[in-house]
């Protein structure tokens, strides 16, 4: 299957230039989730630049990431592999059609009491 | 009428191919004044020199153009040939027709029209040229060396065998520096101090070398080869004549809260101390901040103590004012502050150490007396953990570390685990690592023994933290070839931390007028053909203030340094650049503005009478001192009445040249 996603799309959504890697480690020696990970934080870093974009859009490692951003924390250079890891996920979300709910939906279901976070990651949550 | 020659360069197809040579030629020829005018292949050739000189005789010509590259590049030549042929050097003047013209334009009609435009305001200006004739100046023959290390010490002895005095001015109370911390050396594993003492003892005896120990430079004023120099000779509170060096006194010093330097602060030493055994001069010095006598006015114990009576409570720091010809600049590295890199728990445990702790941990003459123990608790450590590129490589945008590589890390981790496992093989070691860099004569070989006889652990990756848990440091890191997340249990943990230049060079630098880059590393006046001078004249580098070296390098740069200083010292005198500031007193209205932008102090006022056809009688008149202006023309653009003028770029010259350009 192919997801018609390239290595422009996650660069774009993400701001990150991959080119900065070093592929020093660093990212994957800090990560808490790595034991839960198919492909780690470094990993993303290079098969982002190689365009093994489908792999990782299948994989469920884009879900195990906690965004602690301790890897964007650390990083010697500043390439920030949370922020590609939630490109990937970004992407995959847009690849799903409509969201459950839309913008105009939002001011009835309002309430003091519903932390907004809630309203975002349903906006989040796609059909299929 | 005045005759000028025009000579345009095609610099093979450089020039020739933007720019059509023959019709710039042609245009010039009608220009008033222009007698004659040619174009050559390569003017800076022999033949293209030769017919120069031909054409200055047979035209006579008073003034000549050359349409070629930057005035950089061959303005020195061409004024030469006109020197050859019996014209004043300063009647040439170079229109830069490559640089600024044919490298940056890509049409030829467009090019060639912009060659003809500097070409006429080159012709202006040599019109209004007038012959130079530059000055000279005396060099003292005396050298600065700034930094007693293995860079200062050898650039020293090097001067100092081929005949000249040298100061060296060290800020600590000893000479050696660096390399008198470290155990032992890369890639022969001979011990550092067995090594550097012999130079040092030959430096303090060499009657050439002046130590001046335990003080700091405060201004540095003049030029090339006449430098003078305020050094601060701080208190030491001790007599240099009487002290022995015999340590009674160290001894019995009460006082033990001043953190040793020279072990990196890993144990203590009394306020009255001697940096290490082998110091030089081997003198006691009272560190004041932790004195019971300075901050209380009791105890004295040492001066109780002191056969020699040469304590000296009320001693006074002395400034020394001296004249220099050359100065070298060698002042040397210090490790970055581990504590920015709190992932390693650098501050949460004392049992995580930078490698030059380490060096002081492993040294017989350490704290520990050269048994490797654990800092916390004195314990044998069974397992260590290196970590590597700690502060080096990071990008600029990185919230913190440096972008350089260190150079040094990969060989000297390489020989702390080699020489860990040498000494007790019960050990294990680990070395994380991003790439082991040993470009270096036996270096790779180095390595390799490290993991193949020695059987150290290299680990391709990083280290992502490290946490105290209980009496173990959990060191959690990638190992890249297994992709895999280890979890090594260490008993001590070793950073590898980047160099960066010592404190201290940025404002010598200032003093200097040296310039230095973004790191605050000093800069070499070109990168490949001239790294051990500073732009700055009279200025020389040596050693890790120009860039992270290890000692080979450092000894190198250091010998090439003084090669450098000899050439200038062993000049009578310096010929001068003509093209300076001058004061013309009719219209100089005394109001100092000038003086105050000098970078160079070049400028003093004096009364002076003064006749004019509009006045007559005393005033107060600016004067430059033609000997100490370097001609930057701060003074010319400040001046409200425009009675400042630069020799050779005058502001009639350059309004000349605009008016040919927008003619």
């Known amino acids: 299957m192919s997801n018609n996603i390239t290595t422009e799309d996650i660069l774009r959504i993400s701001g990150v230039d991959t080119r900065k890697c070093m592929f020093c480690g660093k990212c994957s020696g800090t990560c808490p989730a790595f034991d839960e990970m198919e492909y780690h934080p470094h990993q993303f870093v290079y098969m982002v630049q190689w365009g093994m974009i489908d792999k990782l859009m299948e994989s469920k490692s884009i879900y195990k990431c906690l965004t602690c951003f301790a890897c964007l924390e650390r990083c010697p250079r500043n390439v920030q592999p949370a922020k590609l890891i939630e490109a990937v996920r970004q992407a995959v979300i847009r690849q799903q059609g409509m969201n459950h709910m839309t913008e105009n939906d939002i001011p009835g279901l309002l309430e003091d009491k519903l932390p907004q976070q809630a309203i975002v990651s349903a906006m989040r949550k796609y059909k299929k | ?663």
């Open chain 2, 1 to 663: 009428m005045q005759k000028i020659g025009v000579f345009v360069c095609w610099c093979g197809s450089n020039i020739a191919a933007t720019v059509d040579v023959k019709a710039v030629a042609n245009a010039m020829r009608s220009e008033p004044g222009v007698v004659f005018s040619t174009d050559y292949q390569y003017m800076c050739s022999e033949n293209g020199q030769n017919l120069i000189k031909d054409a200055i005789r047979d035209y006579k010509l008073d003034g000549i153009v050359v349409c070629s590259c930057s005035p950089r590049m061959h303005e020195a030549t061409f004024r030469k040939t006109a020197m050859a042929a019996g014209l004043n050097p300063y009647m040439v003047e170079i229109a830069n027709i490559r640089e600024q013209c044919s490298w940056i334009h890509k049409d030829m009609p467009e090019g060639t029209e912009k060659a003809m435009v500097l070409a006429r305001a080159a012709i202006a200006k040599v019109k209004k040229n007038a012959p130079l004739t530059a000055g000279t100046s005396p060099v003292t023959k005396r050298a600065l060396v700034i930094g007693g290390g293995i860079a200062g010490i050898q650039t020293a002895l090097d001067v100092a065998d081929a005949g000249y005095e040298v100061d060296i001015v060290e800020k600590s109370p000893t000479i050696g520096g660096r390399m008198a911390q470290l155990d032992k050396t890369f890639p022969t594993l001979d011990c550092a101090a067995c090594i550097l003492t012999p130079k040092m003892v030959e430096a303090n005896q060499h009657e050439k070398i002046n130590l001046i120990t335990y003080s700091e430079l405060e201004n540095v004023s003049g030029f090339v080869g006449n430098f003078t120099a305020r050094i601060r000779k701080k208190a030491r509170h001790v007599d240099e004549k009487k002290c022995t060096g015999c340590g009674v006194c160290t001894e019995k010093c009460p006082s033990r809260k001043g953190l040793n330097e020279f072990n990196m602060g890993l144990n203590t030493r009394g306020a009255i101390y001697i940096p290490f055994a082998q110091a030089i001069p081997n003198l006691a010095v009272i560190d004041t901040s932790n004195c019971i006598h300075f901050k209380t006015g009791k105890c004295g114990i040492c001066e109780k103590n002191c056969s020699a009576g040469a304590i000296k409570f009320d001693q006074e720091d002395e400034i020394i004012e001296r004249k220099y010809g050359a100065i070298v600049v060698a002042t040397g590295f210090k490790p970055i502050d581990a504590s920015y890199f709190d992932e390693y728990a650098y501050t949460q445990s004392k049992d995580v150490v930078t490698s030059l702790e380490f060096e002081r941990l492993m040294n017989a003459a350490g704290p520990s007396k050269g048994v490797l123990v654990r800092p916390s608790d004195g314990e044998h450590p069974h397992d260590i953990t290196f970590i590597q590129c700690v502060g080096s490589r990071c990008s600029h945008d990185a919230t913190k570390g440096k972008e350089y590589c260190s150079k040094i890390c990969c060989m000297y981790t390489a020989k702390h685990a080699m020489l860990v496992r040498e000494k007790y093989p019960d050990v294990n070691v680990h070395v994380f690592y991003i790439d082991v860099r040993t470009p270096g004569k036996n270096f790779d070989e180095f390595y390799r023994r490290a993991v193949e006889q020695y059987d150290v652990d290299y680990i391709k990756g990083m280290v992502g933290k490290v946490t105290v848990e209980g009496k173990k440091l959990h060191v959690q890191g990638s190992s890249l070839l297994s992709n895999d997340q280890l979890h090594i249990y260490s008993d001590m943990v070793v950073l590898a931390t980047a160099i960066e230049p010592d404190p201290t060079a940025r404002s010598i630098g200032t003093m200097l007028t040296a310039s230095m880059d973004t790191n605050d590393f000093f800069t070499e006046a070109h990168p490949k053909l001239r790294p051990v001078e500073s732009p700055t004249a009279g200025i020389f580098l040596s050693g890790v203030c120009q860039g992270p070296k290890d000692i080979p390098e450092t000894v190198a740069q250091a010998g090439a340094a003084a090669s450098k200083v000899i050439g200038l010292l062993s000049k009578n005198e310096l010929v001068g650049n003509p093209c300076v500031a001058h004061a013309n007193e009719l219209l100089c209205n005394g109001c100092s503005q000038c003086e105050r932008v000098c970078p160079y102090g070049a400028i003093t006022y004096v009364e002076k009478e003064v006749r004019g056809p509009e006045f007559r009688g005393v005033k107060r008149v600016a004067q430059v001192n033609e000997a100490v202006c370097q001609g930057c023309g701060a003074c010319t653009v400040t001046c409200p009445s425009t009675a400042m003028d630069l020799k050779g770029f005058s502001n009639n010259q350059i309004i000349a040249e605009v008016d040919a350009i927008c003619r």
